[in-house]
């Protein structure tokens, strides 16, 4: 079991930054992708940034230029920071992190509880 714990979110104004964290812990030496995905109401949850199992960041279009994804191995934690936050980005913004299955059966994916971002326009 991997255990996800989001932490960041708030209320800001356009224009302003938000860092989101998210920490792993539990059964986490062979976790391969995180990422953070995004859900506003009514919305589906849909792809903010993630890196792959490639260790590549991915980027939505809507966010690339303002967001940077890192990831600090040592501490099991992904970061989001958000500069030029826009009201659009106003959502609940889930960590995952995937584990491989093996034997080429994919991968898991766990989720966070989710933090929520409200940009004030």
């Known amino acids: 079991q991997v255990h996800?714990?989001?932490?960041?979110?708030?209320?800001?104004?356009?224009?302003?930054?938000?860092?989101?964290?998210?920490?792993?812990s539990g059964h986490i030496t062979n976790i391969n992708a995180?990422?953070?995905y995004r859900?506003?109401?009514?919305?589906q949850r849909?792809?903010?940034a993630t890196f792959?199992?490639?260790?590549?960041?991915n980027y939505a279009d809507s966010v690339k230029g303002r967001f940077t994804?890192?990831?600090?191995?040592?501490?099991?934690t992904v970061y989001l920071q958000m500069n030029s936050l826009k009201f659009e980005d106003t959502?609940?913004?889930?960590c995952h992190a995937d584990q491989p299955l093996?034997?080429?059966?994919?991968?898991?994916?766990?989720?966070?509880?989710?933090?929520?971002v409200t940009v004030s326009s």
């Not at 224009?15 to 998210?22: E, F, K, P």
């Not at 859900?39 to 919305?43: D, I, L, M, T, V």
């Not at 093996?102 to 933090?115: E, K, L, M, N």
């Open 91 to 94: 959502a609940v913004y889930f």
């Open 69 to 76: 994804i890192s990831w600090d191995n040592a501490k099991s």
């Open 39 to 43: 859900q506003a109401p009514g919305k």
């Open 4 to 24: 996800l714990a989001e932490s960041g979110g708030d209320l800001v104004q356009a224009g302003g930054s938000l860092r989101l964290s998210c920490a792993a």
């Open 52 to 57: 792959t199992s490639h260790g590549t960041p």
């Open 102 to 116: 093996g034997a080429g059966r994919g991968a898991y994916r766990y989720w966070g509880q989710g933090t929520q």
């Open 46 to 48: 849909d792809l903010v």
């Open 34 to 36: 995180m990422g953070w």
